[in-house]
């Protein structure tokens, strides 16, 4: 999916002058306006509706394999409520705007206004007046791509539709349909109005191409002709000339357009004595909003653009696409989670992979922020290396939050739990901890695959084994890798959700590299049985350390969800210390200003010197170790950072960490655990809500 042209469209226009108009929708990327996803849950005027079910039909299966041109065509209904909502207008025509300044759509000077003396009609339309440049400025845009035998530039057309009508050329193009000639926008009225060069001086004879709403294409072997039938009878029934086949005009559905050779009028729905075809003609006959829903449509569920709602530090959004699937450092993509009623927050996993630099990613919230980088970060990666992280975040009003991109990088987002109130008849799961310990260690101990076979050995390449001595109800885990013998992943769960074969799982827990020590904190869910199990792909050793445990009753501690604040950066000043790195094999205290009983943190390690790791916990617990904890939080590589969420006990507004090996930390609280906090995780299998090697591809709502 690389190495393609890309497409641009950018939706909010600047006024120009007449040689400088906006750039054309077809270019370097595609960015439009907020109103583009807002547009889908909000319906503008509904067309005349024929299929009174109110629902999206199927989409026809397009043949472009025949070039026989459509010469009795048979109209589809017009699009009902549901498709108009939705902008799946792929088996409907569009026809909801009896005239364009009816709708929105900004309206064109009025013939012959200001000085009659600069109209000049060439024959065909009128150019030259300066009010019609003044409006042509701010409304027409110029192609910036060839359509055949059509050069860039030499089509133009209304800059709010002008997607529409670049996209269906750009489509049929693709699939082998000659265009030898394309216009778009002109200045002119309608022959029934008095004649093209607008006689009557009315703006209400305005012809759609005057809008930049209508496309004449091939002009030549499709002329405009009323048909009779020859005895008398139906002339919907007459074949008409012409050399569009029938895929062409259903692309041209796709992308709102109206086909002039069904007719005008109800378009043969019934039968006529007389029928007027244009089938040159293409026009749209929708609303802005209408059109921002379609491109918006056609955008997302195509699988060779990578589409991202980007958001801005004001809260303003756009949808951005390009052919190589690129998000952009400093980008803030809109995720939506498909949040539950009443869920505050979301558990997530979030991974990064095809980084180009090194960088970080933050969860946050789409609304406006300080201009700039976020003040916390939830996963760190290094480039061309995939790595994952739980995180917990706040959902916004609308149940959807952002990732922020330090620098060119795709996330992956896999929900593992959200956040509900919990009560008696609510299933939400409050968090029993315990103190760490350790169920498997293929270094030391029998690794048990699935289908039994059990050795102290890493776990194979694709292979499924099963995490023994475990809790059967839900329960929290430390996720550890090491000594791997290539990048891979793993994913953990019930042991009936874990695919047979060659398949592997749809989701993923824990990424890593080649002899680089991994860990990641998981939320694992037992199968009916009560087991758990994880697939690995690529053979690695597995550590798993059991942290607590999820109960369905009262017991235990809620969550309580806090906006991310930093508690702990080594890096910086602190206590008129600056720089400073935790020494190894020593105890740094965390306050982390809170009453409650544990915490969330996401915990960082960087710029270690060698190879080590770091345990966090009750400060009373590593303060009288004798020796080496014997669980870790975090892995640390020489000169790499890596991170990972924990839960860690609080004693008098404090947590501690102890490091094997010099590091500098960075701590960042997410939430608190307290017995009177009134939210528990509802708890399920994993699910992917956003891949950023896909883009938004299949996310419009149904």
């Known amino acids: 999916l690389t190495g393609v042209p890309s497409l641009m469209t950018d939706a909010t226009r600047h006024p120009t002058t007449r040689m400088n108009r906006p750039s054309s929708s077809l270019s370097a990327f595609v960015l439009v306006s907020a109103m583009l996803t807002a547009a889908i849950a909000n319906v503008v005027s509904a067309a005349p509706v024929e299929d009174t079910a109110e629902v999206v039909p199927p989409p026809p299966v397009i043949d472009h394999s025949t ?6 065509p048979e109209r589809p209904p017009i699009c009902n409520g549901a498709q108009i909502e939705l902008g799946d207008v792929r088996a409907c025509v569009v026809k909801d705007v009896i005239e364009p300044d009816a709708s929105d759509w900004p309206t064109p000077p009025a013939p012959g206004s200001g000085d009659p003396t600069g109209w000049i009609w060439n024959g065909y339309d009128y150019r030259g007046s300066p009010e019609l440049e003044e409006w042509e400025s701010t409304m027409i845009t110029d192609s910036t791509v060839a359509f055949g035998e059509v050069d860039a530039g030499a089509f133009e057309s209304n800059a709010r539709a002008s997607q529409l009508f670049e996209g269906f050329l750009q489509e049929i193009d693709s699939l082998g349909y000659e265009i030898r000639t394309a216009f778009g926008y002109g200045y002119r ?50 074949p008409m000339e012409t050399d569009i086949p029938m895929w062409v005009v259903q692309v041209a559905e ?107 990613l933050t969860l946050e919230s789409c609304g406006s922020r300080a201009p700039g980088m976020p003040e916390t970060s939830n996963l760190n990666f290094e480039a061309a290396v995939g ?164 109960t369905d009753g009262q017991d235990g501690f809620g969550w309580q969800p806090v906006a991310a604040r930093r508690m702990l950066d080594t890096r910086k000043c602190r206590a008129d210390i600056c720089n400073i790195p935790v020494a190894s094999r020593s ?54 950072t890596s991170a990972n969420l924990t839960i860690a006990p609080v004693e008098e507004g404090e947590i501690c960490a102890w490091s094997f090996g010099e590091v500098h930390l960075i701590v960042d609280v997410q939430a608190e655990l307290s017995e009177d906090a009134v939210f528990g995780l509802l708890v399920d299998e994993p699910v992917r809500v956003y891949d950023g090697r896909r883009g938004n591809y299949g996310s419009i709502p149904r």
Request: glycine letters at 8%; hydrophobic letters at 35%.
């Open 67 to 72: 070039s026989t041109p459509w010469v009795s």
């Open 189 to 238: 009225c309608t022959a029934g109005s008095g004649g093209w060069s607008c006689p009557s001086g009315n703006i209400a004879g305005l012809s759609l191409h005057s809008w930049g709403l209508a496309l004449d294409m091939n002009a030549d072997a499709n002329p405009i002709t009323t048909y009779r039938h020859p005895n008398g009878g139906n002339a919907c029934s007459v």
């Open 254 to 360: 796709k992308w709102g357009l109206y086909w002039g050779g069904y007719g005008w009028g109800d378009g043969c729905a019934t039968s006529a004595t007389s029928v007027y075809r244009d089938p040159p003609h293409f026009e749209f006959r929708g609303s802005p909003e209408l059109a921002d829903r379609i491109i918006s449509f056609n955008l997302r569920t195509d699988p060779n653009l990578g589409c991202y709602d980007v958001v801005d530090t004001h809260g303003d959004e756009r949808l951005i696409c390009n052919r190589d699937f690129t998000v952009e450092a400093g980008w803030r993509v809109r995720v939506n989670p498909s949040a539950p009623d009443g869920a505050t927050a979301a558990l997530v996993n979030l991974t990064a992979t095809r980084a180009e630099d090194k960088g970080f």
């Open 387 to 550: 790595v994952a992280n739980l995180a917990l975040i706040e959902l916004d009003d609308d149940g959807e939050f952002c990732v922020y991109h330090d620098a060119v990088a795709h996330a992956i987002v896999d929900v593992i739990a959200f956040l509900v109130p919990s009560a008696e008849s609510s299933p939400a799961r409050r968090l029993l901890l315990d103190a760490p310990r350790r169920v498997v260690d293929s270094r030391s101990q029998p690794l048990c695959l699935q289908s039994g076979e059990c050795d102290t050995s890493p776990a194979p390449h694709q292979s499924t084994t099963r995490i023994t001595n475990a809790p059967t109800q839900p329960y929290l885990a430390n996720l550890t890798v090491t000594q791997s013998e290539r990048s891979g992943y793993l994913s953990a769960g019930g042991c009936s959700a874990m695919p047979t074969g060659e398949a592997s799982p749809s989701w993923s827990n824990l990424n890593f590299e080649r002899d680089v020590d991994r860990a990641n904190l998981s939320i694992l869910l037992p199968d009916e049985s009560g087991e758990t199990c994880v697939y690995s792909w690529g053979s690695t050793d597995i550590i798993v350390d059991v942290l607590g445990t999820f």
């Open 587 to 640: 105890v740094v205290h965390i306050p982390v200003d809170t009453d409650a009983p544990a915490v969330v943190v996401n915990v960082t390690a960087t710029a270690a010197p060698t190879w080590g790791y770091v345990t966090v916990d009750a400060c009373s617990t590593l303060e009288s170790l004798s020796g080496a904890p014997s669980t870790s939080t975090v892995n640390v590589n020489a000169r790499r």
